[in-house]
């Protein structure tokens, strides 16, 4: 039963261009959503987070949008770069199942020249 | 501050062996989850160990074991092992607070081959 989900395995950007990446949920007691990036052969690393209190937090050229209505949270960055390339994750939990976290399948970033 | 290490960080293993596993979780964390990630998928939660104690599991057989040690350290133990059992193991830590959600942080991950 995949609780999280990320439609686009793949997406290819020009450097310097915006991405946009979605993630969609169907577990409506999520309330704490997590955006990773991961390079081949290294653990996930975080890059930015966001309450279901919130429907928007930027951290520099990363901002994580939060739509509760429609199940549906997204990642910009802009601008993007080659270093971008990578597989980005989304993942939830609940308050109740804190730290315990549910992941998409991932999409893979490409940042060309 | 350290980050979170795993060890080995790789391995091949018989089918039926027995596996351990181990990771050392970030200082200043009390909570270490452990995940299975397999080619081409997300990381899929195993279970999370909170202050030395089994606080949730994912859907693992009973041959897939851990424990936490008093600091914090994990060991993630995996018995009969089976081919499908391949798999990027991960472990990660936070500083688990009930009630309230953080980010957990991750290990570089053990890439585990059954043969």
């Known amino acids: 039963d995949q609780q999280v989900k990320q439609n686009s395995p793949s997406l290819s950007v020009q450097e310097g261009r915006i991405s946009i990446l979605n993630c969609d949920y169907t577990?409506?007691?999520?309330?704490?959503f997590l955006w990773y990036k991961k390079y081949p052969a290294e653990g996930p690393t975080f890059l930015i987070s966001?309450?279901?209190?919130?429907d928007k937090n930027e951290d520099g050229r990363f901002t994580v949008f939060l739509n509760k209505s429609a199940k549906h949270l997204s990642l910009h960055i802009v601008p993007s770069q080659p270093g971008d390339s990578a597989v980005y994750f989304c993942?939830?939990?609940?308050?109740?199942?804190?730290?315990?976290?549910?992941f998409g399948a991932g999409t893979q970033v490409v940042v060309t020249p | 501050e350290t980050g979170v290490t795993q060890s080995p960080t790789h391995l091949i293993k018989t089918r039926g062996q027995q596996v351990t596993l181990r990771c050392s979780s970030q200082?200043?964390?009390?909570?270490v989850s452990w995940y299975q990630q397999a080619l081409g998928q997300g990381p899929q939660f195993i279970f999370q160990?909170?202050?030395?104690?089994?606080?949730g599991r994912g859907n693992f057989p009973p041959r897939f074991s851990g424990l936490q040690f008093p600091n914090y350290s994990s060991e993630l133990n995996v018995n009969a092992l089976e081919l499908d059992d391949s798999a990027l193991y991960l472990c990660?830590?936070?500083?688990?607070?009930?009630?309230?959600?953080?980010?957990?942080?991750f290990g570089q991950g053990t890439r585990l081959t059954v043969v």
């Open positions: 990660a830590s936070s500083r688990g607070q009930q009630g309230s959600n953080t980010e957990a942080f």
């Open positions: 577990n409506s007691m999520f309330d704490y």
């Open positions: 966001i309450s279901s209190i919130k």
């Open positions: 993942a939830a939990s609940t308050l109740s199942s804190w730290g315990k976290l549910q």
């Open positions: 200082s200043g964390h009390n909570t």
């Open positions: 160990y909170y202050r030395e104690e089994e606080n």
